[in-house]
């Protein structure tokens, strides 16, 4: 049985006299390194020299240096910059600075079970994941609370691998709500999956095809997109609180039938078929291969997407009705 744990079970002293090295002040780097700091840590950060992100790092009160000297003088080094920037990061600063004894942290499984880094073997290579954005991270803590989250040990060279990675996750507020027992491999491919399959492509993909069958039909593209899109997160808020049965439930009795006669048919075998296909490409590496390739040429093809993204329909008709709300939450 998957083991979770809470704040009880984790000793935020083990985290006393150490001086934690946050590299990359983004959405996850400055949630994770403020959150430690208002729990008794020592922090130091490391960004780009001049970079936007150092100079909020600076205005946030942390001590900022370049990756290479963060890592000389951390004890816990948390690897936090973007994924495709992680391999260079690592060779060029992080690995020379390493000594034994020293912990290698991460947010996301990605270049430990790729092979794209490779730690020496006297240190502690570890993975706290918070399951949410670094924005609702820090904000879930400033109001005593946290989200659920992974833990892994990748490489216990000390022994108390396990037992620093949970005193960590404790120190950003993720023992609050529990943190899961996992994998490098079982957080990689589960995490890509769901962005790609679940609540990422997936569910965005059968809204933007929904938006366009019912504009097709002639119908309004606001009031398809106030249908399809802006009520996405009244339903997402049901299902995190009572789940799917809990949320079908505080829906009229009409979308209740509709919900359960037809979810089989709209996601039916032809689908899962093809995300069995997208799970096998993310186990075995072949979407990895694939967007490290994409970063060395220069992102061409993710850059076409994210344009095509903002000509879409729908969210030319969003864009529109999002300015009327001047209540939304823009973070």
């Not at 995190?240 to 996601?267: D, E, F, H, K």
């Not at 967007?291 to 903002?310: A, C, F, Q, R, V």
């Given at each position: 049985m998957t083991k979770i744990y809470y704040?009880?079970?984790?000793?935020?002293?083990?985290?006393?006299?150490?001086?934690?090295?946050?590299?990359?002040?983004?959405?996850?780097?400055?949630?994770?390194?403020?959150?430690?700091?208002?729990?008794?840590?020592?922090?130091?950060v490391a960004d780009v020299p001049g970079s936007a992100?150092?100079?909020?790092?600076?205005?946030?009160?942390?001590?900022v240096a370049e990756a290479a000297e963060v890592?000389?003088?951390?004890?816990?080094?948390?690897?936090?910059?973007?994924?495709?920037?992680?391999?260079?990061?690592?060779r060029e600063s992080i690995a020379p600075g390493l000594a034994a004894g020293k912990v290698l942290q991460f947010a996301h499984g990605f270049?430990?079970?790729?092979?794209?880094?490779?730690?020496?073997?006297?240190?502690?290579?570890?993975m706290v994941a918070p399951k949410i954005h670094g924005v609702l991270l820090r904000k879930l803590y400033t109001e005593n609370q946290g989200p659920p989250g992974?833990?892994?040990?990748?490489?216990?060279?000390?022994?108390?691998?396990?037992?620093?990675?949970?005193?960590?996750?404790?120190?950003?507020g993720c023992t609050r709500g529990g943190v899961v027992e996992t994998t490098f491999k079982e957080e990689t491919v589960t995490d890509i999956f769901n962005e790609q399959c679940g609540?990422?492509?997936?569910?965005?993909?059968?809204?933007?095809?929904?938006?366009?069958?019912?504009?097709?039909?002639?119908?309004?593209?606001?009031?398809?997109?106030?249908?399809?899109?802006?009520?996405?997160?009244?339903?997402?808020?049901?299902?995190?609180?009572?789940g799917i049965p809990g949320m079908i439930r505080r829906c009229s009795t009409t979308a209740q039938?509709?919900?359960?006669?037809?979810?089989?048919?709209?996601?039916?075998?032809?689908?899962?078929?093809?995300?069995?296909?997208?799970?096998?490409?993310?186990?075995d590496g072949t979407f990895a291969h694939q967007w490290l390739l994409e970063g060395k040429i220069g992102h061409p093809n993710y850059l076409t997407m994210l344009s095509m993204e903002d000509e879409h329909g729908s969210e030319i008709a969003g864009r529109k009705l999002r300015q009327l709300m001047p209540w939304l939450a823009k973070p």
């Amino acid at each position: 049985m998957t083991k979770i744990y809470y704040d009880q079970d984790a000793d935020l002293s083990l985290l006393k006299g150490k001086t934690i090295g946050i590299v990359g002040y983004g959405s996850q780097g400055h949630a994770q390194a403020l959150n430690l700091r208002d729990s008794g840590c020592k922090v130091i950060v490391a960004d780009v020299p001049g970079s936007a992100a150092w100079k909020a790092a600076e205005a946030a009160g942390f001590a900022v240096a370049e990756a290479a000297e963060v890592a000389k003088g951390a004890d816990i080094i948390v690897l936090l910059a973007p994924d495709d920037l992680q391999p260079q990061i690592y060779r060029e600063s992080i690995a020379p600075g390493l000594a034994a004894g020293k912990v290698l942290q991460f947010a996301h499984g990605f270049n430990i079970y790729y092979h794209q880094i490779a730690p020496p073997p006297d240190i502690d290579v570890t993975m706290v994941a918070p399951k949410i954005h670094g924005v609702l991270l820090r904000k879930l803590y400033t109001e005593n609370q946290g989200p659920p989250g992974g833990v892994a040990v990748y490489q216990d060279a000390s022994g108390k691998a396990l037992a620093t990675a949970l005193a960590y996750a404790k120190a950003i507020g993720c023992t609050r709500g529990g943190v899961v027992e996992t994998t490098f491999k079982e957080e990689t491919v589960t995490d890509i999956f769901n962005e790609q399959c679940g609540i990422g492509g997936g569910v965005i993909g059968l809204l933007k095809a929904a938006w366009e069958v019912l504009v097709e039909a002639g119908y309004g593209e606001e009031t398809a997109y106030l249908e399809l899109f802006h009520e996405l997160k009244g339903v997402a808020d049901l299902i995190n609180s009572y789940g799917i049965p809990g949320m079908i439930r505080r829906c009229s009795t009409t979308a209740q039938y509709g919900m359960m006669l037809r979810q089989s048919q709209v996601i039916g075998e032809p689908v899962k078929e093809e995300m069995r296909r997208i799970l096998r490409e993310i186990e075995d590496g072949t979407f990895a291969h694939q967007w490290l390739l994409e970063g060395k040429i220069g992102h061409p093809n993710y850059l076409t997407m994210l344009s095509m993204e903002d000509e879409h329909g729908s969210e030319i008709a969003g864009r529109k009705l999002r300015q009327l709300m001047p209540w939304l939450a823009k973070p």
